[in-house]
């Protein structure tokens, strides 16, 4: 679906754009794929790899309306992966990311209507889930905006939907690096914030792959999550590091010790297909859609009454030589 087409992918130097891109490459023979992101250094980076004819590389900040307005001409599709992202950073500069992950958010919806974009799908976080942080509030904002965006578009073709799922294994940023980091400067201890913290899990290609997935799906307005296992951090320590001892240092501003997706009173509004769910619109927009049956005719049914989706009710656990395993591969 994407050959022959515009792409523009929002905080595209991330590990998120790097891979989407990757993949994207490799698959399709897109006319344009776009690159927007403030880092020049990163972008300088990105530009020695990524030499494909089709790559542009787009200097610019979200929070800068008319700047995305510019980027976005004759773009079909965009992925909207700019964000700030770390919980405790957001507790203590509540305005910075708030101006990113809002402000930023109703700018690019406005820019992608403007400029007649075809879908746009945005990337949201479980902590957005009955948010208990910063982060996750401005996420939750983030996510109502996209899907009430359908409701403004009026004669535009514009459609936005958004992805939601866990923590990306080896992302910068996450637990993973950061054990990896301590293991090799020959530290005796690792740190873990609470023995009995759990997690969601999803590998970076894992995740490409359903938001690529999702620009088939959507109808607009959809809520996207897929299922994945979850994971004990002490699991994670061991898989890493068997004979290394531990230290609690208790958990950091703004987290949670369990992670959430879909809350009970997101799942009277959730659709369950055999490898994700869809948390539907509670307004209605631009005519009647089943979403039970998605753009690729998959077939889903109403989730149980209660039902909820967390990271330590989660039927599925990986398990310490899974994570063995999955640990050798990301490096």
Not at 31 to 48: C, G, N, P, T
Not at 82 to 96: D, I, M, S
Not at 190 to 198: G, H, K, V
Request: net charge neutral; charged share 20%; proline share 5%.
């Amino acid at each position: 679906m994407f050959n022959g087409k515009s792409l523009l992918i929002t905080g595209g130097t991330g590990s998120f754009g790097k891979q989407f891109i990757r993949t994207l490459l490799s698959r399709y023979q897109p006319s344009r794929v776009v690159v927007f992101s403030r880092d020049e250094l990163k972008q300088f980076e990105m530009q020695q790899e990524f030499t494909a004819p089709c790559m542009r590389f787009f200097l610019g900040d979200v929070r800068d309306a008319e700047r995305l307005k510019q980027a976005m001409r004759g773009i079909d599709f965009v992925v909207h992966a700019a964000a700030l992202k770390q919980v405790p950073a957001a507790e203590y500069n509540p305005t910075e990311c708030i101006r990113t992950n809002v402000n930023g958010a109703e700018n690019l919806i406005n820019a992608a209507i403007e400029n007649g974009v075809q879908k746009v799908i945005a990337l949201s976080t479980d902590k957005a889930s009955s948010p208990v942080n910063l982060y996750g509030a401005t996420k939750l904002l983030s996510d109502k905006l996209f899907v009430a965006a359908n409701n403004i578009t009026g004669n535009h073709p514009t459609r936005f939907a958004v992805v939601r799922y866990g923590n990306v294994v080896g992302s910068r940023g996450s637990v993973v690096p950061f054990f990896r980091k301590l293991i090799a400067e020959g530290a005796t201890s690792l740190p873990i914030t609470d023995p009995l913290m759990t997690r969601f899990w999803i590998t970076l290609d894992q995740g490409v792959e359903f938001v690529m997935q999702g620009f088939a799906r959507m109808y607009g307005g959809e809520l996207f999550v897929p299922k994945i296992p979850s994971v004990r951090i002490v699991d994670l320590m061991s898989a890493m590091a068997p004979d290394m001892q531990r230290h609690t240092i208790g958990i950091r501003p703004g987290e949670k010790l369990h992670e959430m997706m879909i809350s009970r009173d997101d799942s009277l509004h959730t659709i369950e297909f055999d490898d994700h769910y869809v948390i539907t619109p509670s307004i209605q927009f631009h005519g009647q859609v089943d979403y039970a049956k998605n753009g690729k005719g998959e077939a889903g049914q109403l989730a149980p009454q209660g039902f909820k989706y967390t990271s330590d009710t989660n039927q599925h656990f990986l398990t310490i030589d899974e994570l063995r395993i999955l640990d050798r591969q990301i490096k």
